[in-house]
């Protein structure tokens, strides 16, 4: 089993503000994390340092285990990337050295047959076996008859852009699952999956002993899946993490109940301050008339700057509350316009123009 630790990590902004302040979580040996919290509040960036796709400016993060990843881009491949390089792209790192040096003896090969590169293919092959590439390809089979419907000799060199999102998702996220990397990173898995699709995906995960975190905003998938929720939370001087320990359908009320604590925590530390300052300002007035009162004065001055330095209790952390304003005016009288819509496999390219007071079946 493989496991994610997440120790004191910082990161800062180009402009100097800190993002991220003194993140620490684990996740354990084949647990189901979920990572939440509000847009911008930098999920993206602390999925990018753990899969090293950026350094922390402070603080460590240790993988045991081997990471797979799938990427948010998953779904929308639209360049001319093939199935077989679309797998090869989240299988381990080793195969993806192996698969790259095999690919360009081909190339060498295929342009100039003379001995030298017919032995450099010989030896790729070789080394292709000797990392299991041939039993990965067994794998890939079952993974591309089960997102697919056809076997990998069929699609592998397919245009991963006539897939479909889901189809492209489906497909990744078997690989992974079916893979030799222990640790997963998953950013929102279930987009552009349809509700068998969304079914499968959370009885894969549920039965999957590999360890897992990752990023959804699909509340039957997190309270189905999540054993622990990681929350990104927004903070006046660097966003920090909290951990609940529970499912998402008990996360609610509990971080609910942290924000009234923290609330109140705060309320009676402000109290106790004003307390301790007008105190002071009393002795004060009457150090100036009474000898004995002096002492007093001077030790409550004290007692009130030990009190200041060890500082208020950390603050509740800020609400994102988003907004929206809608005017009911009307802007024109051609509201949706289609140039050149086609939708792969299914329709030919049209165009059409609907028009207010339209009704369209």
Same mark, same amino acid.
């Given at each position: 089993?493989?496991?994610?630790?997440?120790?004191e990590?910082?990161?800062?902004?180009?402009?100097?503000?800190?993002l991220?302040?003194?993140?620490?979580?684990?996740?354990?040996?084949?647990?189901?994390?979920?990572?939440?919290?509000? %847009?911008?509040?930098g999920?993206?960036?602390?999925?990018k340092? @753990?899969c090293?796709?950026?350094?922390?400016?402070?603080?460590a993060?240790? @993988?045991?285990?081997?990471?797979?990843?799938?990427?948010?881009?998953?779904?929308?491949?639209?360049?001319?990337?093939?199935?077989? /390089? +679309?797998?090869?792209?989240?299988?381990?790192?080793?195969?993806?050295?192996?698969?790259?040096?095999?690919?360009?003896?081909?190339?060498?090969?295929?342009?100039?047959?003379?001995?030298?590169?017919?032995?450099?293919?010989?030896?790729?092959i070789?080394?292709? %076996?000797?990392?299991?590439?041939?039993?990965?390809e067994?794998?890939?089979?079952?993974?591309?008859?089960?997102? +697919?419907?056809?076997?990998?000799?069929?699609?592998?060199?397919?245009?991963?852009?006539?897939?479909s999102?889901?189809?492209?998702?489906?497909?990744?996220?078997s690989?992974?699952?079916?893979?030799?990397?222990?640790?997963?990173?998953?950013?929102?898995?279930? %987009?552009?999956?349809?509700?068998?699709?969304?079914?499968?995906?959370?009885?894969?995960?549920?039965?999957?002993?590999k360890?897992?975190?990752?990023?959804?905003?699909?509340?039957?998938?997190?309270?189905?899946?999540a054993?622990?929720?990681?929350?990104?939370?927004?903070?006046?001087?660097?966003?920090?993490?909290?951990?609940?320990?529970? %499912?998402?359908?008990?996360?609610?009320?509990?971080?609910?109940a942290?924000?009234?604590?923290f609330a /109140?925590?705060?309320?009676?530390?402000? /109290?106790?301050?004003?307390r301790?300052?007008?105190?002071?300002?009393?002795?004060?007035?009457?150090?100036?008339?009474?000898?004995?009162?002096?002492?007093?004065?001077?030790?409550?001055?004290t007692? +009130?700057r030990?009190?200041?330095?060890?500082g208020?209790?950390?603050?509740?952390?800020?609400?994102?509350?988003?907004?929206?304003?809608?005017?009911?005016?009307?802007?024109? /009288?051609?509201?949706?316009?289609?140039?050149?819509?086609?939708?792969?496999?299914?329709t030919?390219?049209?165009?059409v123009?609907f028009?207010?007071?339209?009704?369209i079946?």
């Amino acid at each position: 089993m493989g496991h994610i630790d997440v120790s004191e990590v910082q990161y800062w902004l180009p402009d100097g503000r800190i993002l991220l302040d003194n993140i620490n979580f684990r996740v354990g040996d084949g647990t189901k994390v979920a990572l939440v919290g509000p %847009n911008g509040s930098g999920k993206t960036t602390l999925m990018k340092m @753990i899969c090293k796709d950026l350094e922390p400016h402070a603080g460590a993060i240790s @993988i045991t285990g081997g990471l797979g990843v799938m990427r948010q881009f998953i779904g929308q491949v639209r360049d001319n990337t093939t199935v077989r /390089e +679309l797998l090869i792209s989240v299988a381990s790192e080793k195969i993806r050295k192996v698969a790259a040096s095999l690919a360009s003896a081909e190339a060498k090969l295929a342009t100039e047959d003379n001995e030298k590169n017919q032995l450099q293919y010989a030896q790729a092959i070789s080394d292709w %076996n000797d990392v299991g590439g041939y039993d990965l390809e067994v794998t890939w089979d079952i993974c591309c008859n089960e997102a +697919l419907r056809k076997s990998y000799d069929e699609v592998k060199d397919r245009s991963v852009n006539t897939l479909s999102g889901g189809e492209q998702k489906r497909l990744v996220l078997s690989s992974l699952l079916r893979g030799s990397d222990e640790v997963l990173l998953l950013d929102e898995p279930d %987009n552009y999956l349809d509700v068998p699709g969304k079914e499968w995906l959370e009885q894969q995960l549920v039965q999957s002993e590999k360890t897992i975190l990752f990023v959804s905003h699909d509340r039957e998938l997190l309270n189905r899946v999540a054993q622990r929720i990681v929350t990104v939370e927004l903070g006046a001087t660097g966003n920090t993490v909290w951990v609940h320990g529970g %499912n998402f359908a008990s996360w609610h009320d509990a971080r609910k109940a942290r924000i009234e604590r923290f609330a /109140e925590m705060l309320r009676r530390w402000e /109290e106790e301050h004003e307390r301790l300052v007008e105190l002071v300002r009393t002795l004060q007035s009457q150090a100036k008339s009474s000898p004995d009162m002096a002492s007093k004065y001077r030790a409550m001055q004290t007692r +009130l700057r030990k009190f200041e330095e060890i500082g208020p209790p950390e603050s509740p952390p800020i609400e994102q509350n988003v907004k929206v304003q809608l005017k009911g005016a009307r802007t024109g /009288e051609r509201v949706i316009t289609c140039e050149e819509l086609q939708l792969k496999g299914l329709t030919d390219p049209f165009t059409v123009e609907f028009y207010y007071q339209d009704r369209i079946a």
